[in-house]
């Protein structure tokens, strides 16, 4: 069974990838359709201004390649800031720090095997201790 928390966490990273790969497929229209660059060219100009690096355009920009480079520069930055953000309340989410402990937990009980858990050494508990020395030599 999986964990709830692990699932939503699963799908707004899913929803995260999405975006990025709405925004790259945004910016290589853009460039396309406003600039009338090849395919590789957008392509270019969209990772390079995504990806803040400011390498040289690959031919000068008029004023609506300017204009839409504007746009998408802020809605890489919008995206770059909202996943930061939602990484950073993830690192820090007690959900995640529990479900690393119960995966240890499970880990270190899924490699037991042929083992006995005696609950209290009374009366009781003293007798099946012996019992278990004298038949399996288990805790001798």
């Not at 480079?69 to 309340?89: A, E, H, K, N, P």
């Not at 479900?99 to 858990?117: G, V, W």
Request: net charge positive; with cysteine; aromatic share 12%.
């Amino acid at each position: 069974m999986k964990d709830p928390w692990l699932i939503g966490t699963s799908r707004r990273v899913l929803v995260l990838v999405f975006l990025l790969a709405l925004l790259a497929t945004f910016g290589v229209s853009g460039y396309i359709l406003v600039e009338h660059f090849t395919f590789l060219e957008a392509l270019y100009m969209t990772v390079i201004t995504l990806s803040t690096v400011g390498f040289t355009e690959v031919r000068p920009l008029d004023q609506a390649g300017r204009i839409f480079t504007i746009i998408l520069i802020l809605m890489g930055v919008g995206f770059l800031t909202y996943s930061l953000i939602y990484f950073s309340q993830l690192l820090f989410d007690p959900n995640l720090i529990e479900l690393f402990l119960r995966r240890r937990l499970k880990k270190q009980l899924d490699q037991l095997k042929d083992h006995y858990i005696i609950c209290g050494y009374g009366q009781m508990g003293q007798i099946i201790v012996q019992e278990l020395n004298v038949r399996k030599g288990v805790l001798g």
